[in-house]
């Protein structure tokens, strides 16, 4: 059975433009959830969808924005990139929010120049 | 504001001997921890987690301690092996579950043969 899959798996942007990251998640799973991970530290929680439904948003500025699809693939969207904006993001897929375990994908890492 | 602490970046230990890494947190509200373990170039793979109305939970080699009180977790893997070196992190949620993690920023682990 196909894991969480994110593409791509390395970008490099300008600063100011904007990008699209996407994540599959495992096949029966409709809830999604986004990270933001800074290197040196943990996974910061960015976004999560269920049922195609934004149910939870981390502290982050609107320049980020997710969405879900009918099919429970994500995509998420960062506006106007910064150099801060580098890091590893990270979709994980469950069942439910409320399942105990979430599946990471493998992450896109995104460097800002 | 960090919420999740790990306080040690590395630990080195024995192979076949005990493993413990070590959470603390500061939110009174979390009521679910997590661990995960991530190996480089890999998303984090979940390994155990712990309801608040515990103090306890097994699975194998591995134990997670809770102590709300203290509001302490650690996680304790016994006999340690070579496969265990990896990045340790903690994180806890506000519900059962994985919505909204917040995580640690990890402890590195490597396992001395």
């Known amino acids: 059975d196909a894991g969480v899959t994110q593409s791509p798996t390395h970008l490099i942007k300008t600063r100011g433009q904007h990008v699209t990251l996407r994540c599959s998640p495992i096949s029966g799973h409709k809830s999604v959830s986004w990270y933001q991970q800074v290197l040196g530290q943990g996974p910061q929680f960015i976004f999560q969808y269920y049922e195609k439904e934004e149910r939870g948003r981390g502290n982050f500025p609107d320049r980020f924005s997710a969405r879900q699809f009918p099919n429970y693939s994500s995509e998420l969207n960062v506006n106007a990139l910064l150099l801060g904006d580098s890091a590893l993001y990270l979709c994980?897929?469950?069942?439910?929010?409320?399942?105990?375990?979430?599946?990471f994908g493998q992450g896109t890492r995104l460097t800002v120049v | 504001d960090q919420q999740v602490k790990q306080n040690s970046p590395s630990l080195s230990v024995q192979e076949g001997r005990i493993s413990i890494l070590n959470c603390d947190y500061t939110?009174?509200?979390?009521?679910?921890f997590l661990w995960y373990k991530k190996y480089p170039a890999e998303g984090p793979t979940f390994l155990i987690s712990i309801s608040s109305i515990k103090d306890k939970n097994e699975d194998g080699r591995f134990t997670v301690f809770l102590n709300k009180s203290a509001k302490h977790l650690s996680l304790h893997i016994v006999p340690s092996q070579p496969g265990d070196s990896a990045v340790y992190f903690c994180?806890?949620?506000?519900?059962?579950?994985?919505?909204?993690?917040?995580f640690g920023t990890g402890t590195r682990l490597t396992i001395i043969p």
């Open positions: 994180a806890a949620s506000v519900g059962f579950g994985n919505e909204k993690l917040t």
């Open positions: 939110n009174s509200m979390f009521d679910y």
């Open positions: 994980a897929s469950s069942p439910t929010p409320t399942d105990t375990e979430a599946f």
